[in-house]
């Protein structure tokens, strides 16, 4: 199947008839409009189903641009067409350099369609493609970041998940993080964690995640004033939103002044609940927010104060290695400080060091000796 093409439109003998007859006519073209879009999309169906077994090649790949820039193509057609090409993104790696070389010259045309299937399926492609190191590069850019950051205002909660998601994945990247920042995605920060939407506020999250862990870009987050609506996010009925919002706070505090601004919104009140949770991922972020505030010597004083250390000595003896070295490095910062480090010693922390020398977690273990 050839890609489509504009055909030179044959001179009509509809319009010089209809001039000279009464009463009601039938314009051809008219017809011709809904019956090309029935054709097309039976004809992307059938390339799809011949396709299945084969790998993406350049030319099923360009038919698929021709028919994405089209504006003969009805939108449906488009939106099975994306859904295709994210289906290869997700399983086919090798093939990434095919859906960049043509996908991302229609990314425009399809973010400014008037169906929300499409916008959003198109935001999941560019995820994908900044996903892979091998693909981020043409994806990681001010004006891609820019066109995103306005479907953060979109109607459609589907379009704005889908948008969060892509910039998510941008921000891993130093540049990217740089370009998500400059395109003004921190303005919408505080709406995106009031969404009821539980999916974009967990790729908000991640946003908030990606731009603190990054020196260059931590201090225009905190700039923003997360930390208040995240450490009221701490006592959501959602576990998957405590997640989010503990892992988003354990990258913010890599700063100080960070740091300073989740001990101020009160996350350190929280911190004994948290550690108690039965979700390992909350247990592990929460090691990590106490490591990061205690790591800082301004204010180790304030975990000192709320006692910590009797439970992340009990998670040394955890299951879960992921837990155990979370404790480990909280316990080992805790200890730089006089005070920390006679809680942590009374907590019973040398009954576990032999043990742990011997495990995975040996290199935060040495840091408490």
Known sequence: ???????????????????SSLGATIS?????????????????????????????????MQIYESYLGSKYVAETTKTVILGEIHKRALVEVEVQAHII?????????????????????????????????????????????TRLVALLGDGNPDVVEGACYALSQIARDLDGARAVVEAGALDFIPELLESTNVAVRQW???IVAELGFHSSTQRAVVAT????RLVALLDDCNVDVVRG????????????DGARAVVEAGALDLIPELLESTNVRVQQCTSWILSQVAFHSSIQ?????????????ALLGDGNVDVVKGACYALANISHDLDGARAVIKAGTLD????????????PTCSLD
């Not at 919002?245 to 100080?256: E, F, P, R, V």
């Not at 004083?301 to 000595?313: D, F, N």
């Open 301 to 313: 004083g304030a975990v000192v104060a709320v006692r910590p250390s009797t439970r992340l000595v």
């Open 225 to 228: 004033q997360p930390s208040t």
């Open 245 to 256: 919002a503990c892992y988003a706070l354990s990258k913010i505090t890599c700063d100080l």
């Open 352 to 363: 576990f060091v032999a043990e742990l020398i011997e495990s995975p977690q040996a290199e």
């Open 204 to 206: 908000t999250f991640r």
């Open 1 to 19: 199947m050839p890609p489509l093409t504009r055909q030179r439109t044959p001179q009509s003998l509809h319009s010089e008839w209809s001039r």
């Open 101 to 145: 070389s043509d996908f991302l010259g229609s990314y425009d045309i399809l973010l400014d369609s008037t169906n929300a299937v499409v916008r959003q399926r198109t935001t999941w492609i560019l995820a994908q493609l900044a996903f892979h190191s091998s693909t981020w590069g043409p994806v990681v850019t001010i004006q891609l970041s």
């Open 28 to 60: 051809i073209h008219a017809l011709a409009k809904p019956l090309m879009k029935v054709m097309y999309h039976r004809a992307v169906l059938d390339l799809i189903k011949r396709q299945q077994d084969i790998p993406l090649s350049t030319e099923t």
